[in-house]
Each structure stands twice: as structure tokens, then as C-alpha cells.
């Protein structure tokens, strides 16, 4: 298996566009994970779906961001409009979906909004 | 609310000496523990992980971890360290029932040769 792919690796943005972040986890795993990762605050949880439902997305900044499991092999994680302050790693991660097992994560997208 | 407190943003430790990094939890209920490494540019890689069982866990590059319940730790050893270990470690938490990974602010591992 290749893992979970993410894309793009890296987007440069202007302020005010919209950017969607892409995700393909494992195949066969449940739960899918995305995170943020900043300097200020380390590495967030966005949220979270297992079996495609969102599940928890109290770490979603605001109502600019948005994230969709249309389906097992694909998810997004859109920010409209995208803020200066949105630049940073976005991960990833999916596990087969206990609270037992360890989550998998993807090279990252680095999101740099200016 | 389960939380993870890595309470040293660094540590320094010369190459072929022990290193620890350290890491409290606070969770109700059982905690699942682990811990992971990131190298720059890169994904976390997972390393090691307490479910149950005996406190002291192996995990990958020689690593191990020692659970410790009534001081709610989990800190992350290796006997020797190499420069090739320098990168950033997080510790992670989990409960029953949650599949909701919380990780630590990350401690930053410097070994000079």
C-alpha cells in the first residue's frame, strides 16, 4: 500500500481564495484524521470521520473551513475564503479505526496564504 | 477532555548517552499511549504504543517507553543515543472508545555528535 497521499504537497495562495486540500487514506482503514500543524500551536485536530461520518469537528477553526468523506478512498478539507493565518502543515492520517491502533499520516500539505 | 503535556520543547543529549523525553497524560479511564517522531518535511511515523500489559514497551530504532500509572507518564527512552535520532517527538493519547488521537506540543530531540 502507498499509504495516505495527500495533495497537493504545497499551495500558495492569495488571501480571499478558496483552497482545497485533498486526501486518499489506506485502504481498508475507518477513521480518517485531519490535522494542522503551526509553530503557536503544535499539532491540532481538526476533525475527524469513521466510516465516512463526521465524528467530532470541534477543532475546526470556523465556518471557513469545511472537510467532506464522500466516500472510503477520498476525502477534502476546504478553507473559503483563506486567511494569512491559515498558513501551515495540514496532515493527513487514517487508522483502521480502534481506539487501540495507530493512525498513519501523510507527507503533509504546506499551505502558505499571502 | 483527554490532554498530553510534553513538557520540555527541547532536549539536548550527546551522541552514546541515554535520552529521555518526557510525557504526562490525563485521560478518565484507561489511556492508549504512543508515540511518534517526525523528521523535517515529513509525515509522523509512529514508534511505539501502551495498551495494556507490561509498562515497558519496545517499539522501532531501538526506542522503548515506560508507562507508569500512578505518576500518569509515559516517557520515551533509548539507551544510546545517535545524531541520527535528532528530530521531533510527539506523544499521543487515546481512551476507550474515542479513536480521537490528542497529541502533545512536541519536544524537539538535538543529539550532537
Known amino acids: 500500500d502507498a499509504g495516505v497521499i495527500q495533495s497537493p504537497r504545497h499551495e500558495v495562495t492569495e488571501m480571499g481564495q478558496e483552497v482545497t486540500l485533498r486526501c486518499k487514506p489506506i485502504?481498508?482503514?475507518?477513521?480518517l484524521f485531519w490535522y494542522r500543524q503551526t509553530m503557536m500551536r503544535g499539532l491540532e485536530l481538526l476533525i475527524y470521520?469513521?466510516?465516512?461520518?463526521?465524528?467530532?469537528d470541534s477543532g475546526m477553526p470556523e465556518d471557513r473551513f469545511s472537510a467532506k468523506m464522500p466516500n472510503a478512498s477520498f476525502s477534502t478539507l476546504k478553507i473559503q475564503p483563506s486567511e494569512p493565518r491559515d498558513s501551515a502543515v495540514y496532515f493527513c492520517?487514517?487508522?483502521?479505526?480502534?481506539?487501540?491502533?495507530?493512525?498513519?499520516f501523510g507527507q503533509g500539505t504546506r499551505l502558505t496564504v499571502v | 477532555a483527554q490532554s498530553v503535556a510534553q513538557p520540555e520543547d527541547q532536549v539536548n543529549v550527546a551522541e552514546g548517552n541515554p535520552l529521555t523525553v518526557k510525557c504526562t497524560y490525563s485521560?478518565?479511564?484507561?489511556?492508549?499511549l504512543f508515540w511518534y517522531v517526525q523528521y523535517p518535511n515529513r509525515g509522523l511515523q509512529f514508534l511505539l504504543k501502551?495498551?495494556?500489559?507490561?509498562?515497558l514497551v519496545k517499539g522501532s530504532y531501538g526506542f522503548e517507553a515506560e508507562f507508569n500509572k500512578s505518576q500518569t507518564s509515559f516517557h520515551l527512552k533509548k539507551p544510546s543515543a545517535l545524531v541520527s535520532d535528532s528530530a521531533l517527538y510527539f506523544c499521543?493519547?487515546?481512551?476507550?472508545?474515542?479513536?480521537?488521537?490528542?497529541f502533545g506540543t512536541g519536544t524537539r530531540l538535538q543529539v550532537f555528535p
Open positions: 492520517a487514517s487508522s483502521p479505526g480502534t481506539d487501540t491502533t495507530e493512525a498513519f
Open positions: 485502504s481498508g482503514h475507518n477513521s
Open positions: 470521520f469513521n466510516n465516512n461520518v463526521p465524528i467530532d
Open positions: 485521560v478518565s479511564g484507561n489511556p492508549y
Open positions: 501502551y495498551i495494556t500489559g507490561d509498562n
Open positions: 499521543a493519547v487515546n481512551s476507550y472508545n474515542t479513536d480521537k488521537l490528542i
